[in-house]
């Protein structure tokens, strides 16, 4: 019987962004992949900060399920793994970090947030989405799951984006290192060659985990549900 999958996107992005990770899963899944608050059919949702999210994730209705998040996602996975520890059996951590350690980079980073949020509210959501897609660690997606890409972030809202990025942030999540110890389900981190700064938080996450693997895809950036869905379903599947 196909075990229950839960996947969470990252910033920008709604549930179908994991449409080319679930076509290289097949059937070995029964998978959900919601929107989080702020984003798609949920762009209204409040609120969309770290308890939010973990107080939806509580209230689904599989028992026990396998957690997986790319970047945002990974934060909110990693919160929902330490707040739900009986309900997540498997940890799947993709281009993830377990959250800015000094607290003036914190600052720093929340303030940088607060000053784009400000700018998505105001601005023009197309012209924005050009800008984030078209970051150095975003690139090598192919064309065709690029433009799948774009129209599904288009589906979001500004107050939405900006809310959660306000409150899904690098700058207002508390970082989560001196828990990683209380992690006790097997748990795999991911990350592309390319993605350094990611990759290397892989590598001191994984130092602080009992049972936990990394996941270094060759050649790969950021963007690994959608430049490398295949070595993301190949992490998911070990």
Excluded: K
């Excluded at 899944?29 to 994730?57: I, K, M, Q, T």
């Excluded at 707040?83 to 970090?97: H, I, K, M, T």
């Amino acid at each position: 019987m196909p075990g229950e999958l839960v996947l969470l996107h990252g910033f920008t992005q709604t549930g179908r962004s994991w449409a080319p990770v679930l076509a290289e899963l097949g059937e070995r899944y029964r998978a959900f992949a919601p929107d989080l608050p702020g984003h798609g059919a949920f762009s209204a949702r409040r609120p969309a900060d770290p308890p939010g999210c973990v107080a939806y994730l509580r209230a689904l209705r599989a028992p026990r399920f396998t957690l997986v998040g790319y970047s945002m996602g990974a934060r909110v996975a990693l919160r929902a793994a330490l707040d739900l520890p009986g309900r997540v059996e498997r940890l799947v951590l993709v281009s993830g970090s377990a959250g800015i350690e000094d607290d003036g980079e914190r600052e720093a980073r929340r303030r940088a947030d607060e000053a784009l949020a400000a700018r998505i509210e105001t601005g023009d959501l197309e012209a924005f989405l050009d800008e984030w897609s078209a970051q150095p660690l975003l690139a090598g997606v192919p064309r065709g799951v690029a433009e799948l890409d774009r129209r599904t972030r288009s589906a979001n809202t500004p107050s939405g984006l900006a809310a959660a990025l306000r409150g899904l942030g690098q700058g207002a999540f508390e970082p989560m290192w001196d828990r990683l110890g209380e992690l006790a389900m097997p748990v795999t981190l991911v990350a592309g060659e390319r993605d350094e700064r990611y990759a290397e938080a892989a590598r001191r996450t994984a130092e602080r985990i009992a049972d936990a693997e990394v996941v270094i895809v060759p050649g790969a950036g950021h963007a690994l549900p959608l430049e490398r869905p295949d070595a993301v379903a190949d992490a998911i599947g070990r």
